[in-house]
């Protein structure tokens, strides 16, 4: 624990003695990425700090009730001078796309994630894969430094910490995730209301592309691994956005018997984007994800693999199946 709290002290120290920051999370963002962005940067702006919120795709439609969501913006074309760039819930530096470029006069990088595969980079590193989300770390940093916080920073912190812990469910939630939660409660944020944004706001196309990707389901490895995929047709034709599918993997995994859920997508760039899920430690897809150029935790990663959908759902299923065998 004093080894956390010198490092919180580290940060701490930065984030007081400077006065221009940028912050940043990864591409294809999710809840946490946001949620955290935008709950630092209040806690920042309070201490009297100016400070930017950058992300390559900007504030997603389905996120952008969070409270003061339009503090997070896409990146100048122009890079802009600040004094210490801040990268949060992001496994390795090139997922922050263009905002990266937007930051290269920063005398100093501050690098706060959870995943596993991080590999360290930046001036200042605090990496904790214990942590279910980013947004737990952020918590602890502001409570822990004593930092200004209020409901809107709540509702942030308890968007993050809710969608990367799948409502409070996957393994990594512990008593310190749901005490957190009290505490984020007991700001006066309404639970029932920011979980119906959160869960119950989709929009319809969602849904009916749900059911153009059950229509490709397939299963393997004596139905432990199940996979199903999107190609740019359909995606064209529903017009559903990048950010629609975040979740729907979900249902591959909640299918008893399934180990590994697997979920491709084909991108305009000539590349597939594979994100895969596990339910056992036994079988760790961020060590999978790696070996395809990718990362992330060991029951969720992903990877970003060139080639056809075809061949890329064929090189994927034999490499996971290869995994499965060898652990049965
Ligand atoms: P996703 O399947 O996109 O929800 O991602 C699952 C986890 O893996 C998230 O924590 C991501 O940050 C991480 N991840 C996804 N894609 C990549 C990638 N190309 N490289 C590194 N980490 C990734
Ligand atoms: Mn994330
Ligand atoms: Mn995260």
Not at 112 to 132: E, F, K, M, Q, R
Request: hydrophobic residues 40%; charged residues 25%.
């Amino acid at each position: 624990m004093s080894a956390v709290r010198s490092k919180f002290d580290e940060i701490g120290r930065v984030l007081r003695e400077h006065s221009r920051f940028a912050i940043l999370s990864h591409v294809r963002p999710d809840g946490d990425a946001l949620g955290c962005q935008i709950a630092l940067a209040l806690s920042l702006q309070q201490l009297g700090k100016e400070v930017r919120v950058w992300n390559e795709d900007g504030m997603l439609e389905k996120y952008s009730f969070l409270p003061r969501a339009e503090l997070l913006n896409k990146p100048p074309a122009a890079p802009e001078d600040v004094d210490v760039a801040i990268a949060l819930d992001t496994a390795i530096q090139n997922r922050l796309g263009t905002a990266f470029a937007a930051v290269r006069s920063a005398k100093m990088w501050i690098n706060i994630d959870h995943h596993l595969s991080n590999p360290g980079y930046g001036d200042l590193v605090y990496v904790d894969p214990t942590a279910p989300a980013t947004g737990q770390i952020i918590f602890d940093l502001i409570k822990n430094q004593g930092f200004p916080f209020n409901r809107e920073i709540a509702e942030n912190l308890f968007a993050a910490i809710s969608t990367d812990t799948g409502s409070f469910q996957y393994p990594k939630t512990s008593a310190r995730t749901f005490e957190i939660g009290a505490q984020l409660v007991c700001t006066g944020i309404n639970v029932g209301r920011l979980n119906q944004q959160l869960y119950e706001n989709y929009p319809r196309r969602r849904i009916e592309l749900l059911r153009e990707l059950l229509r490709t389901m397939r299963f393997a490895s004596e139905d432990r691994v199940a996979s199903f995929s999107l190609n740019l047709k359909t995606a064209a034709a529903l017009q559903v956005l990048p950010e629609d599918n975040e979740g729907l993997i979900d249902h591959l995994r909640a299918i008893r018997g399934v180990i590994v859920a697997v979920f491709f997508e084909e991108m305009s760039d000539g590349k597939v984007r594979v994100s895969m899920r596990s339910k056992t430690d036994d079988i760790d897809v961020c060590v999978i994800c790696q070996k395809f150029g990718g990362g992330g935790h060991t029951l969720a990663a992903g990877a970003r693999v060139r080639g056809t959908l075809a061949e890329v759902e064929q090189r994927v299923l034999e490499e996971i199946c290869d995994v499965v065998k060898s652990q049965s």
